[in-house]
């Protein structure tokens, strides 16, 4: 099976900068995450799952500066891997990850790991993940703007050791297989000759130190599991599959990383009146045949107290008036869109023998031309 294309994943091309590929991320996080896809059958509901992860862990790689340089040049975010054979390291070429280390071998010496211009073996700061979760409000809560709450249960660094893991500085010192420079150096045969690499400490990981007594609390990993309470804040205005993000209030980085992202993705529940566009709302009234026939005043729903509507005499069904200023709120501005009122000309049902005799009777007075549109028809169709 071929491997999967963690740009392909993410819909961005090899060369997208850091703000290209959060961006795609986060629209393929809405896209697919399985809250959307809860009513779903379950062969859509699991590929949409599998799917979910394969985005974030693209992410993860490709958001990560060294795995994405791995995966760039070796095609794996973990990088040549040593294997113990005569060859070194699996990427082929007898050790080497490609013809620059093969160049460095033999016109700059040294070996991967030099001094200068090698890189570095040492951990990297790795960022924390971003926890991704919905958040479900009401339609009035949307228009206005409202204080929520979320709970989440996430990877914090440890209070008790600061996210060092152990019982106290004094219990770190430095590895006594490396002495601290987290790397090891080994003499191999390889078809090239013997040759001289430097490669990760596997006693202490490649930080260069190790813990002696760990943290009671944490158990060395310094970090623990917690549930928090996050306040939301939602801005009036704010629209269905809109995100909230928080930095710093993901999962926790590690040896030195930044915590992850807190990215809330707000579902707004359908209204029984109002229909959202934009910032412009859209209702649909229904009116009395002498309101249209005769015109008045009626009155009209909004986000906030009712207003008159006037209506014209000899107003037709499915005619729509624009009332300016009672929309939504922009969420970055301090105006709101409009509210289109669509009139729906309501006709009687069940009428009695006295309604059946006027309604006739005031049919019987109208001339033709006060029927414009069925006028205009029925030259239509004469002249056809």
Known sequence: MAKKNYYEQLGVDKGANEQDIKAAYRKSVMKYHPDRFATKPEPERKKAEDTFKDINHAYDVLSNAEKKENYDNYGTEEGPKYNGGAGGFD??????GGFEDIFSQFFGGGGSGRQGGGRS???????GDDITMRLDITFEEAIHGCEKTVKVYRTEKCADCKGLGAKDPSKIVDCNVCHGSGVVTAVQNTIFGRQTVRTKCNNCGGKGKVITEKCGTCRGTGIIKKE????????????????ITYYNEGEAGS???ANGRLIIIIVVKEHDLFERDGNDLYINIPITISDAVIGGKISVPTTGKN???TIPAGTQSDTKFRVKGYGVKYLKKDM???LYVT???????????KQVKLLQEFEASIV?????????FLSKWINK
């Open 121 to 127: 073996t040492r951990t990297m700061p790795v960022n």
């Open 343 to 353: 009139v729906e000309v309501e006709i009687p049902q069940k009428l009695n023998s």
């Open 91 to 96: 990427g082929g070429f007898g050790g080497f």
């Open 307 to 309: 207003i008159s509507l």
């Open 368 to 376: 033709a031309k006060q029927y414009d549109s069925k006028k205009t």
């Open 228 to 243: 928090r309470t996050i306040p939301v804040a939602i801005p009036a205005g704010t629209d269905n599959n809109q995100t």
């Open 336 to 338: 709101k869109g409009d």
């Open 255 to 257: 040896n030195g990383g």
